[in-house]
């Protein structure tokens, strides 16, 4: 059984009966007035769904007499539109997988799909598979990508042509990419090159991570095998991406909500078939989530004067078309996952009532997601330090420094000395065994110490001017199984545990993003004066953006590939 093909013989046969009328199905929507997504317009129809499966849409209804363990619900007055697809998920920001799609699920995106570098980097192939499959037994359908680099330098080397291979061939694992490598390619690295023709061969799409790309570039990368891509910035880089044919989806995130200007744009310009158009959050922290995640996109477009029907098919049947899933998700009609939000208008896209695999996971206004059937930590792991952070540990021994340009963009300076707002920051071994130490530059006014163990490679980050407030916030955070902790003074100031893996919390999303404004509300009042803390402490470490970056194997030079100060053991 696959997400292909998630029903057997069996069942199948099932389904036809039920719609054939021979057997009473799970439920009805009464009098749904739907988005018929191939039509483009809106119906009314009778849905009858068995089980997790749409099994038939339109006039009829069956034999009263047979309907008393038949669930009927009379959505007069009300639009059914088919359950959200986020196709562009970063699980592990803060937030873990099961409790995103909680979440998600309360705002209508019924449809995950995920990257899988945390699970790549962090265990083994045997222990991420089983830990996908049990997620996906919960009601929203969540599937992954499979990643061809780390966007780091580690010390070991992960990706090899066997692993890349089983995990393209697992059934929840849909495309490959994001293919953030990309400059490698199209300069020679042929070992990337073969994943991504393995890719091709299995029939499965390549999404790019192509910002700032050329009409030239796009092109050779078209060629080379990439379908899609979710990088433009602006009206005019979408426009040159849909021009050239390729699957473009639009963002709205926590550091590039770009959206709004981006659909105002592209109006502008005269777009007006969206076939090709989908929309991603592509993974904003927690606190971004408050607007809603694909909810709020589909209330932008039609903000901006999208039409009401492209609006919510670019987060419906866009995607899935793009995938080749549309005959299971991303439509009401016969065969597709019974994934299904219920408005009370058009132009409301959050929904009142949702069923995700048949099931209420939201009935209305109440959100009743269930509690996971497996531990996650036992899963995922904890973060287990048996090593103390001492002095030594914090010497930089080089002038070269670290300033951040934006929350995300770094360059090198030289320190003379006597330049203001200069920290140390390190980077050490989860294990302790080695550490990659510099300066940091413009990252806050004024900061003791902070220490986490959130980072892109799951090592330790601390940054600070006193090294014993660093030792400090260290301490603070190895004793409560890892997260961020800001110090000062001595005094603990903010602290927002993550004891799954030392990566992600285990509460509630509501919970969590109250957690995560507290903590930048804190680090504010130090000085960091950028978009987002959380991403500046991921991409830290992060090659796939300019132009120095702290790794494992130290402090590297992105645009050359080169080790500018060695880490030490």
């Known amino acids: 059984m696959s997400f292909f093909q998630p029903w057997g013989q069996e069942a199948v046969r099932h389904h036809a009966a039920v719609a054939g009328g021979k057997i009473p199905p799970t439920r009805i929507l009464k009098n749904a007035y739907y988005l018929n997504t191939s039509l483009k317009k809106w119906m009314t129809a009778h849905i009858w769904i068995d089980g997790d499966r749409i099994v038939y849409v339109g006039e009829r209804l069956p034999d009263a007499l047979g309907l008393t363990e038949t669930e009927i619900v009379d959505c007069s007055g009300k639009y059914v539109v088919p359950g959200y697809i986020e196709p562009h998920a970063h699980p592990f920001q803060l937030y873990n997988p099961h409790t995103l799609a909680a979440y998600a699920a309360g705002r209508g995106t019924t449809t995950l799909i995920s990257d899988n570098l945390p699970l790549f980097i962090h265990l083994n192939d045997e222990e991420s598979f089983a830990f996908m499959e049990k997620l996906n037994e919960e009601p929203v359908t969540q599937l992954w990508w499979c990643r061809y680099d780390a966007q780091t330098a580690l010390r070991t080397e992960p990706f090899t042509t066997e692993r890349i291979k089983k995990w393209l061939s697992h059934p929840l694992v849909v495309q490959g990419g994001e293919l953030t490598s990309w400059p490698q390619v199209l300069h020679g690295d042929d070992a990337i090159l073969e994943w991504m023709l393995e890719t091709k061969a299995t029939g499965k799409p390549i999404e790019g991570h192509l910002p700032g790309a050329s009409e030239k570039t796009l092109t050779q990368m078209m060629l080379l095998g990439v379908d899609c891509d979710h990088e433009a910035m602006t009206g005019e880089e979408a426009w040159r991406r849909i021009t050239l044919g390729l699957s473009t989806s639009l963002r709205y995130s926590s550091i590039r909500p770009d959206l709004p200007v981006i659909l105002k744009e592209l109006l502008e310009r005269g777009l007006r078939h969206f076939e090709r158009v989908y929309m991603t959050t592509d993974g904003a922290t927690p606190n971004f989530y408050k607007q809603g995640i694909m909810d709020r ?152 110490g902070l220490a986490s163990s959130y980072s892109s490679t799951g090592d330790i980050i601390v940054i600070g001017t006193h090294s014993s407030d660093m030792i400090c916030a260290f301490k603070r955070m190895k004793s409560i199984g890892g997260g961020l902790v800001l110090v000062e003074d001595g005094q603990i100031e903010a602290e927002l545990p993550l004891p799954i893996a030392g990566s992600v919390s285990d509460q509630p999303m509501e919970i969590l993003m109250d957690q995560e404004a507290t903590f930048t509300k804190a680090l504010r009042e130090c000085g960091y004066p950028f978009s987002d803390p959380i991403y500046s402490l991921l991409f830290l470490s992060a090659l796939h953006l300019p132009y120095i970056r702290l790794t494992p194997m130290g402090v590297v030079d992105v645009m050359k590939r080169e080790v500018l100060v060695p880490a030490e053991i």
């Open 297 to 448: 996109t589909i209330a932008i477009a039609i903000e901006q004067g999208v039409p009401i029907e492209d609006a919510y098919m670019m987060a419906t049947v866009n995607p899935a078309r793009h995938y080749g899933w549309q005959h299971l998700i991303g439509e009401i009609a016969p065969g597709r996952i019974a994934h299904i939000n219920i408005l009370e208008a058009k132009d409301q896209p959050t929904p009142t009532s949702v069923l995700a695999k048949g099931q209420w996971v939201k009935r209305d206004g109440i959100v009743m997601y269930p509690e996971p059937s497996f531990s996650l930590k036992e899963a995922l792991g904890e973060c287990h330090l048996d090593w103390d952070l001492t002095e030594d540990m914090l010497k930089v021994n080089t002038s070269l420094g670290i300033e951040m340009v934006n929350a995300v963009i770094t360059k090198p300076f030289t320190y003379n000395g006597s330049d203001p707002d200069i920290m140390t920051v390190a980077l050490i071994d989860r294990g302790g065994r080695w550490r990659a130490v510099s300066r940091l530059k413009g990252f806050a006014r004024r900061l003791g």
